[in-house]
């Protein structure tokens, strides 16, 4: 399984360095990256594969795995912590694709395209107990992590700089999910530097948490930083349980340069660096852009909440619009804004029902509680290798929940 291992590890790397959705006036997603993440019948017209680049690798590695298995008359695969967890996840995922599908009005092609992500999810969780099977995969894990979220940062960068006209960021300038990569890498660097790690990798870390800072600044998206302070908290609380020594010399002077900043930068005005206290000032005082975007969140929640109390225990099913009860701008350019919300934890109840809801939590708690204890049980035993790594992912489920 080497190759579908480096297979693996070549399509995180490339799905982490390119993005999906980004601004036109960047010929690298222009002529590389968006052919990476679309479907083949967007390639060519007719072709009628509604397959991307990483879902046909993923099917690869599947098939090698099977043959593998067959040959040595043994499938290797380990379960993990999270395994009933995420079966039950993946159960409800599809119950509500099949639930979508049985009533009326339902979109097949939608329902999977909203799924699609989750399933990902799934898929990831099996090929690394089906691939990983030593140390050396984290180390490897990590070095794809750090080093295509470093490159994300320079492309970022170099778009705000030289391919923006006017340094002007519009809602769709970056991928939404930019800021969560570059947070988690500062996250994951932070980590290795308080955890442990090798002296490559910490020089690495140093060098990088600069850039993915200012990359992360230029995007002008606030809920990276609040997902970026969130994800901070949760580390420092590991800290303290790993190395309270270290806990007291690191976090409070850290904690009284943030609030000197943010009481410098509350009230600024604009800019890369007002961004990390914009995230938290506008949820006190908004300006009008923040105001609309905050404002159209608020009512989109409750027509969520009053979607859930017509459907509380089957819920609606993928691939079915959710009911708009109150008024919201008018967004539908935008074929997936009444199937998608920004709320996607209540999306989840909305769409899988109560039990769905449940599995989600499932999985998040337990991925937190796991996570949590290993890194202490790593500290007590003295195995430092792979706290960071294991570190970092607890921070990740904190700050993609927040």
């Given at each position: 399984?080497?190759f579908?291992r480096?297979?693996?590890?070549a399509?995180l790397?490339?799905?982490?360095?390119?993005e999906?959705?980004?601004?036109?006036t960047?010929?690298w997603?222009?002529t590389?990256?968006?052919y990476?993440?679309?479907d083949?019948?967007?390639w060519?017209?007719?072709?009628?594969?509604?397959?991307?680049?990483?879902?046909?690798v993923?099917?690869?590695?599947?098939?090698?795995?099977?043959l593998?298995g067959?040959?040595?008359k043994?499938?290797?695969?380990?379960?993990?912590?999270?395994y009933?967890?995420?079966?039950?996840?993946?159960?409800m995922l599809l119950?509500?694709?099949?639930?979508?599908?049985?009533?009326s009005g339902s979109?097949?092609?939608?329902?999977?395209?909203?799924?699609?992500?989750?399933?990902?999810?799934?898929?990831?969780?099996?090929?690394?107990?089906?691939?990983?099977?030593?140390?050396r995969?984290?180390?490897?894990?990590?070095?794809?992590?750090?080093?295509s979220?470093f490159?994300?940062?320079?492309?970022?960068?170099?778009?705000?700089?030289f391919?923006l006209?006017?340094?002007v960021?519009?809602?769709?300038?970056y991928d939404?999910?930019?800021?969560?990569?570059?947070a988690?890498?500062?996250?994951?660097?932070g980590?290795?530097?308080?955890?442990?790690s090798?002296?490559?990798?910490?020089?690495?870390?140093?060098?990088?948490?600069?850039?993915?800072?200012l990359?992360?600044?230029?995007?002008?998206?606030?809920?990276?930083?609040a997902?970026?302070?969130?994800?901070?908290?949760?580390?420092?609380?590991?800290?303290?349980?790993?190395?309270?020594?270290?806990?007291?010399k690191?976090?409070?002077?850290t904690?009284?340069?943030?609030?000197?900043?943010l009481?410098?930068?509350?009230?600024?005005?604009?800019?890369?660096?007002?961004?990390?206290?914009?995230?938290i000032?506008?949820?006190?005082n908004p300006?009008?852009?923040?105001?609309?975007?905050?404002?159209?969140?608020?009512?989109?929640?409750?027509?969520?909440s009053?979607?859930?109390?017509?459907?509380p225990?089957?819920?609606?099913?993928?691939?079915?619009p959710?009911?708009?009860?109150i008024?919201?701008?008018n967004l539908?350019?935008?074929?997936f804004?009444?199937?998608?919300p920004?709320?996607?934890?209540?999306?989840?109840?909305?769409?899988?029902g109560?039990?769905?809801?449940?599995?989600?939590?499932?999985l998040?708690?337990?991925?937190?509680?796991?996570?949590?204890?290993?890194?202490?049980?790593?500290s007590?035993?003295?195995?430092?290798?792979?706290?960071?790594?294991?570190?970092?992912?607890?921070?990740?489920?904190?700050?993609?929940?927040?």
């Open positions: 399984m080497a579908a480096k297979l693996f590890f399509t790397f490339l799905s982490i360095l390119m999906s959705q980004a601004a036109n960047d010929p997603f222009n590389v990256a968006w990476f993440h679309a083949l019948q967007s060519v017209q007719g072709i009628g594969i509604a397959l991307n680049p990483i879902e046909i993923l099917i690869i590695i599947v098939v090698a795995w099977m593998r067959r040959k040595d043994r499938y290797h695969f380990e379960r993990g912590l999270l009933w967890p995420i079966l039950a996840l993946f159960a119950y509500g694709v099949l639930w979508g599908l049985v009533r979109d097949l092609a939608i329902a999977l395209q909203e799924v699609r992500a989750l399933f990902y999810c799934v898929i990831a969780y099996f090929l690394v107990g089906i691939l990983f099977t030593h140390r995969d984290l180390e490897t894990l990590t070095w794809v992590i750090l080093i979220a490159l994300l940062g320079i492309e970022d960068t170099i778009r705000y700089f391919l006209p006017g340094h960021v519009g809602d769709l300038t939404h999910e930019d800021v969560v990569l570059l988690f890498a500062i996250l994951l660097a980590a290795m530097v308080l955890l442990g090798t002296r490559r990798q910490k020089i690495f870390a140093f060098v990088s948490i600069p850039l993915d800072l990359a992360m600044g230029v995007t002008h998206r606030r809920a990276g930083f997902a970026l302070v969130a994800g901070a908290v949760f580390l420092a609380i590991l800290l303290f349980r790993a190395n309270r020594a270290l806990f007291f690191i976090v409070p002077v904690a009284l340069i943030f609030s000197i900043y009481a410098a930068y509350w009230n600024c005005g604009g800019g890369t660096l007002c961004q990390p206290a914009r995230a000032s506008s949820q006190f300006d009008p852009r923040d105001l609309a975007s905050n404002a159209y969140r608020i009512t989109e929640t409750e027509d969520l009053l979607n859930i109390q017509s459907n225990l089957t819920g609606l099913g993928f691939g079915q959710f009911i708009f009860y008024p919201v701008a539908s350019f935008w074929k804004w009444n199937y998608t920004h709320n996607e934890i209540l999306w989840v109840w909305v769409k899988t109560m039990l769905g809801f449940f599995a989600f939590w499932w998040m708690g337990t991925g937190i509680y796991r996570s949590g204890r290993l890194v202490r049980a790593l007590l035993a003295g195995d430092y290798r792979a706290r960071a790594i294991l570190a970092a992912a607890a921070c990740l489920i904190v700050m993609q929940i927040t």
